[in-house]
């Protein structure tokens, strides 16, 4: 599976930026797709995360609110709505895929597969 994600940029606080995640190659209806971030000297956290297994959708209480995280599952591709943006948000953005178990979905290692980032920098 490749994933490629575009959308990323700079913003003002209480910007709104829209990230999108393409997948390609192998797929399969019982898996998830999710959005994490990494702000530099940081570690990777979870943003939000769609499960098409169980039709559902998952935020870290940092972005709920303000993220909107939604699918296509027949396009494979997602994406992150991010409105009222914070320089706290400043990180880079990856999109991942796998099949994590309910456990493991808001966690790095539910993740078999990552695209290369895009960056996202909201100015104050």
């Known amino acids: 599976v490749q994933l490629v994600e575009s959308g990323g940029g700079e913003v003002q606080a209480g910007g709104s930026l829209r990230l999108s995640c393409v997948a390609s190659?192998?797929?399969?209806?019982?898996?998830?797709m999710a959005w994490f971030r990494q702000a530099p000297g940081k570690e990777r956290e979870f943003v939000s995360a769609?499960?098409?297994?169980?039709?559902?959708?998952y935020y870290a209480d940092s972005v709920k609110g303000r993220f909107t995280m939604s699918g296509d599952i027949a396009k494979i591709t997602v994406y992150l709505q991010m409105n009222s943006l914070k320089p706290e948000d400043t990180a880079k953005y990856y999109c991942?895929?796998?099949?994590?178990?309910?456990?493991?979905?808001?966690?790095?290692?539910?993740?078999?597969?990552w695209g290369q980032g895009t960056q996202v920098t909201v100015s104050s």
């Open positions: 991942a895929s796998g099949v994590p178990s309910a456990w493991v979905l808001k966690m790095v290692r539910g993740y078999n597969y």
């Open positions: 769609i499960s098409w297994s169980r039709n559902a959708t």
């Open positions: 190659g192998r797929s399969t209806n019982n898996y998830a």
